[in-house]
């Protein structure tokens, strides 16, 4: 399996302690949340959306060919 670059925005990064890691040996998003919340338990009760390759996704989505995941935390304004 391939690295996965994780970058972190705003409340996000601010709880994990960071704006990027890496990760590797993750097949799909639930995966990856669940190792992401393991390492960082800051995160663990946050909402945040998650973006594939610049694209937001909903619900999990198989990380194969992925190079980039980006955590974003809940936008507000209009």
Partial sequence: ???????????V???M????TAVKN????EQLLKQLKETYP???????TVAVD???IHGNMD???TKE?????PFSGG
């Fill in 54 to 56: 610049q694209k937001h």
């Fill in 42 to 48: 800051a995160i663990k009760d946050l909402k945040f």
């Fill in 17 to 20: 302690e960071t704006v990027e």
């Fill in 63 to 65: 990380l194969a060919n």
């Fill in 1 to 11: 399996m391939n690295n996965i670059n994780i970058k972190a925005f705003g409340i």
């Fill in 69 to 73: 995941v980006a955590l974003l935390p």
């Fill in 26 to 29: 993750v097949s799909d998003v």
């Fill in 13 to 15: 990064a601010e709880k």
